[in-house]
């Protein structure tokens, strides 16, 4: 299930890591050629609000102003009839007018058996597609074809009336996932164990608190046994504890030879539980296959979509002026402990003297983690470009911008936050204890260390 | 940057396997114009059932009363009814005692009103779950007619109470052998709630203005109706119009077929049949249409 060359950090100097415990997955019974979903083709496309405007006046205001000719009242503000104005939506095409297509020509199979990751960036259009797969909304273009029953789990709790018991409702959220009134009963035992509420499973729900209520919720989910499941990152919720459980049932399930689709940011958790994903880019499918290629090719695009450059940005003084400042993509992986290189290409009209160049990294709640900074006793007229590389950075993963600063002699020549932005992604570190969280391992070591008997 | 177009890696992965030869489901953009799939509500009967449980339970859980709740109403409403039509307004009840005639109203249009309210809130109010996972959407308000059936039943004990008291005081009230209609009267009132409801639901999703209409127009259609008076008092030349309104002559066969009393015209009564089922059946069409892609604009 888990492909052989996991992930392990990369630890400093050229020690490498020891590699992990591979998981042999036990063969697959119900392998063989069957095939358990197949998209053709399928395209999604929402309209923008211009059409519908919540009430039937407005609608009626709307298409009087079209038929004279007028401009249409009711727009948004952030619309004109040829499209969105503003860049929110980063999509090169993004559809004319008032369409928008969430998915573009999704084509794939699923064999039956495997569990399967969809990877792709927020917007990506991962939502829209398993809302399709769900039955919640239908392809505007294309099919779908499913061999078996089908559950999906797009929320944990669906359906859960607060005033009834914690065993009403998991008759109920059972009965709206699919299963039928034996089919719970049966399980209800295993599903309340599994749930660790047996003292609790005749209060009202809404009694709970929202560590029991999500245990159940999935409980009940966790015991269906479709031939197909679908998984949105509903299990980003719960503790550590949970989360651990959750994947382990996702797991067992797989073994059991069900076909599991997998929605998740999770690179750590995709790893371990796929053997095969999806990415998707902008409605679009852009890799199809074996689960580190597809999560090589998430952190490649995370790169494209990051702000790794910057043109001409304004300097305070005359004749210093900054052609362009980037990340070296090519020097680059994006990775956890991978080095980081900055270049700065600068177009000097004339020489400039004690010159001092930094650049600030900000986490994600604009704390200066890191700073770098360099002097140059002189700089030459003409075009120059300067290479900065940190090869340890011993950041953590996650979102960062990089802000520049440049100063001539104590005068600043530009201060500019944000300039560009980059995330890093974590990868599986072998951190038994100190580790597990992404966002509680700060910045990683391998320290050096001197063994000897005492 | 433009590497992603499917050519980076193979977007298939037949590979040269055989395709199954039978798929369970296929889904495509547009669903028939009278898609009903009925056998898929039938696996999901016990979901019906839940909902019913669920709805019922849910009304009176942590109250006082509880189940009283479903007789106090009608009392109520009679007692109200009685006061101003009957006794200030004096409006005739066809020779009949006051409270009955109104009991009578009062229940037979409260199971029509339930059906057609609660299921005009279908899309909207179910809309969270609807956007989380699939089960048939009609389930929804198939539920809703049996859990409103249910409060019937009992408001018709009820009456039947009332009746015999009323019978054995030696009021002139005879049970008509037309009494055995009443299942297909009760049917008629569930389809045509069912459809009007359904109707309004699927507006609803994109006019959310007609749902502040409905409990008021509800309101104007039964004072439309011969509840609170009976169908004698209204003009002969004006009686055409009561064959516009499909509830009418329903009203007045429930009143005949416990009274023995009431204006009861069989052809109308056709009428109205044949009146609901173009209503239920636009509603239907209206429903498959609206059902795969209600999620995106609701």
Sequence with gaps: ?454 | MDNFQTGKTDSRSIDGEQMPEDWTTTLRPVSGWFDLKLRELWRYRDLIMMFVRRDFVSIYKQTILGPLWYLIQPIMTTLVFTVIFGKIARIPTDGLPIVLFYLSGVVSWRYFADCLQKTSNTFVGNAHVFGKVYFPRLTVPIAVTISSLIAFGIQLLLFACFWFYYHSTGADIHLQGAVVLLPLLVLQMAALGLGCGIIISSLTTRYRDLAQLVSFGVQLWMFATPVVYPSSIIPENWQWLLVLNPMAPTIEVFRYMFFGVGTVNPGNLLISFAQTAIILFVGVILFSRIEKNFMDTV
């Design chain 1, 1 to 454: 299930m888990q492909n052989n060359e996991s992930e392990i950090s990369i630890s400093i100097g050229q020690r490498e890591a020891p590699s992990e415990k591979a998981e042999i997955r036990p063969v697959n019974f119900s392998s063989g050629n069957q095939l358990a979903i197949r998209l053709e083709d399928v395209w999604k496309q929402y309209r923008l609000g211009v059409i519908n405007h919540g009430t039937l006046a407005r609608d009626l205001q709307s298409w009087w102003a079209k038929k004279r000719g007028r401009e249409d009242p009711n727009l948004r503000v952030d619309q004109c009839a040829k499209g969105p104005i503003s860049s929110q939506v980063d999509s090169p095409d993004i559809g004319t007018g008032d369409r928008f297509w969430a998915l573009r020509g999704i084509s794939f199979d699923v064999q039956q058996g495997d569990v399967f990751g969809i990877i792709g960036r927020n917007g990506a259009g991962k939502s829209t597609l398993l809302k399709i797969l769900s039955k919640v909304t239908a392809p505007t273009r294309g099919q779908l074809r499913f061999k078996g029953r089908i559950a999906s789990l797009l929320e944990v709790g669906t359906g859960f009336h607060p005033e009834l018991t914690g065993r009403e409702n998991v008759f109920l959220n059972g009965a709206i996932l699919g299963m039928n009134k034996h089919e719970i009963r049966n399980k209800f035992d295993e599903i309340i164990a599994f749930a660790e509420l047996e003292k609790f499973i005749d209060t009202p729900v809404k009694r709970y608190s929202s560590g029991m209520y999500v245990r159940l919720a999935f409980a009940v989910a966790a015991h269906l046994e479709p031939e197909i499941l679908i998984v949105d990152e509903v299990l980003a919720v719960g503790d550590v504890q949970f989360q651990k459980k959750c994947l382990g049932k996702m797991e067992a399930v797989g073994r059991e030879g069900r076909t599991v689709l997998f929605v998740s940011h999770n690179m750590a958790a995709i790893q371990q539980l796929t053997n095969k994903c999806l990415l998707l880019h902008h409605g679009q499918l852009a890799y199809f296959g074996d689960v580190s290629g597809g999560v090589a090719e998430y952190q490649s695009i995370g790169l494209d979509n990051s702000q790794f450059e910057a043109i001409n940005p304004q300097t305070k003084l005359e004749g210093f002026n900054i052609a362009r400042a980037c990340f070296e993509i090519d020097k680059l992986a994006s990775g956890f402990n991978k080095p980081l290189s900055f270049s700065l290409f600068l177009d000097l009209e004339r020489g400039f003297e004690e010159v001092s160049i930094g650049f600030g990294i900000n986490n994600s709640l604009g704390a200066r983690v890191v700073t770098f900074e360099e002097n140059f006793d002189s700089l030459a007229k003409g075009r120059v470009s300067i290479e900065f590389t940190l090869a340890d950075h011993h950041l953590p993963p996650g979102n960062y911008s990089v802000a520049l600063g440049i100063g001539v002699r104590g005068a600043q020549v530009i201060y500019q936050d944000s300039l560009l932005s980059m995330e890093i992604f974590e990868q599986e570190i072998d951190s038994i204890y100190l580790g597990g969280k992404k966002d509680r391992i700060g910045a990683f070591y391998r320290p050096d260390f001197k063994l000897s008997n005492w």
